[in-house]
Every structure is written in structure tokens, then in C-alpha cells.
């Protein structure tokens, strides 16, 4: 059973930073996909950044290219998403998201598509 739990969310003003972590237990995650979420109050969930746990490949959304970053530690089976300039736009439920890769179908952005959740952290950006 996958498990990821995510934390370092919190409050912070416009220009700040945060870093989230999902700490990932339960697979062989060498094989995993690895994404981030979020979702806004009265707002469909979207996709924030992704990371191929293999090969490192990632893909950002627009709106965060350039602000945000996402590594994984292979040691500590973690994924962080760096978050720099944030701005009040970005406040949502920031969930960390997982599932098995296929050749079939790549590293993906798709939120159906993937298969484990983690429970969200709320981030919050003050103007």
C-alpha cells in the first residue's frame, strides 16, 4: 500500500518561499511517477509539477515555471517541491501525487492518471 504524506505548508507573504515535502512508503518508487496538485477554494484541482523518480524528467505548469523547482532524495524517499515568489494566486491545497510508471504512457501531467494521494497541505500567500 502506497502512502505519501506531505507537509511544510503555512503561511507567507507574497515574494516568499516555502518547500513541501512528501515523503512517499509502501512501493519500489524507482518506478514511480511523482507530481504535485493543487486545488483552490471553488477551483478544479490542476497540476503544479511532475518528476519521473527514474530519470528525473520533469514538467511544470506555466504558471509556476521559473518559481517553482521539484527534486526527489532517493535516500529518503521524499519529493520537495520548492516554491519561491509566491504570490497570493497560489494559494490552494497542495497535494503530492504518485503512480507507477508505463512506457505506455509516459510521465504525464493528467490527475486521473494517478493513482495515490496524499492527504494535502494548505499553503496561504498574504498580499
Known amino acids: 500500500q502506497v502512502t505519501l504524506v506531505e507537509s511544510g505548508g503555512g503561511l507567507v507573504q507574497a515574494g516568499g518561499s516555502l518547500r513541501l515535502s512528501c515523503e512517499a512508503s509502501?512501493?519500489?518508487?524507482?518506478?514511480?511517477?511523482m507530481g504535485w496538485f493543487r486545488q483552490a477554494p471553488g477551483k478544479e484541482r490542476e497540476f503544479v509539477a511532475t518528476?519521473?523518480?527514474?530519470?528525473?524528467?520533469?514538467y511544470y505548469a506555466d504558471s509556476v515555471k521559473g518559481r517553482f523547482a521539484i527534486s526527489r532524495d532517493n535516500a529518503k524517499n521524499t519529493v520537495y517541491l520548492q516554491m519561491n515568489s509566491l504570490k497570493p494566486e497560489d494559494t490552494a491545497v497542495y497535494y503530492c501525487?504518485?503512480?507507477?510508471?508505463?512506457?505506455?504512457?509516459?510521465?504525464?501531467?493528467?490527475?486521473?492518471?494517478?493513482?495515490?494521494w496524499g492527504q494535502g497541505t494548505q499553503v496561504t500567500v498574504s498580499s
Open positions: 509502501g512501493g519500489i518508487f524507482s518506478s514511480y511517477v
Open positions: 518528476i519521473s523518480w527514474g530519470t528525473g524528467t520533469s
Open positions: 501525487a504518485s503512480y507507477r510508471y508505463r512506457a505506455t504512457i509516459g510521465v504525464v501531467t493528467t490527475a486521473r492518471v494517478y493513482d495515490y
